[in-house]
């Protein structure tokens, strides 16, 4: 059990250009969340899968946002037309299928010039 | 109204006293509540989590439920300079997102 890892760390980007990021969950873990994070903010709820299956999105989620987890294991989110609003770290997060404690990947930190 | 409230900080303790760090949350349907540690620039890492009223012990950590105030409370004690960090509280609703308070900053003065 290596733990939630997540790839890349840091991303640069300029505004409207899309970028992808990763995410590698605990194996056998079943439920993967997102989550954004501003500073000084608690993580925000993004959206969450159970297996390759996207159960939830919240509003926060606009249309530029999108997320997958085609065969139940990784998952992607991708940002299309970033903004500079966008620049936050991403946080994923996963738990087994009773959901009880939500184990963190070390993040993603966005900046958007 | 946020769903979780956590009061502000900073809260600075001098080493071996006691942290108190409160929490309240909105929505009555939430079942299980979590604190945890995030150092400055890190990811956050799980501390304990409560689902019944009363209190739970870890080690130096006890975290405190009162469903009916809709009030957690975590206790440090013996603070440690390691223990300074952000504290996040959040609350956990049947549909298993995690709401998170804005978290309170701990300094333990050596």
């Known amino acids: 059990d290596t733990g939630v890892s997540q790839d890349p760390r840091h991303k640069i980007t300029k505004r409207g250009q899309n970028v992808t990021f990763r995410c590698d969950p605990i194996?056998?873990?079943?439920?993967l969340y997102w989550y954004r994070q501003t500073l000084g903010q608690g993580p925000e709820f993004l959206t969450y899968f159970q297996n390759e299956a996207q159960l939830e999105k919240s509003r926060l989620l606009s249309d530029r946002f999108s997320a997958e987890r085609p065969k139940g294991s990784f998952s992607t989110l991708e940002i299309q037309r970033t903004e500079q609003g966008d620049s936050a770290m991403y946080l994923c997060?996963?738990?087994?299928?009773?959901?009880?404690?939500?184990?963190f990947g070390p993040g993603t930190r966005l900046t958007v010039t | 109204q946020k769903e979780v409230e956590q009061n502000s900080g900073p809260l600075s303790v001098p080493e071996g006293a006691i942290a108190s760090l409160n929490c309240t949350y909105s929505?009555?349907?939430?079942?299980?509540f979590f604190w945890y540690r995030q150092y400055s620039g890190k990811s956050p890492e799980l501390i304990m989590f409560i689902y019944s009223n009363g209190d739970k012990e870890d080690g130096r950590f006890t975290a405190q439920l009162n469903k009916a105030s809709q009030y957690v409370s975590l206790l440090i004690r013996d603070s440690q300079p390691s223990d300074s960090a952000t504290y996040l509280c959040a609350a956990r609703s049947n549909d298993y997102k995690l709401s998170f308070g804005a978290g309170t900053t701990v300094t333990v003065r050596a």
């Open positions: 929505d009555r349907g939430s079942q299980s």
């Open positions: 194996s056998e873990h079943n439920r």
């Open positions: 997060a996963s738990s087994n299928d009773r959901g009880q404690v939500q184990y």
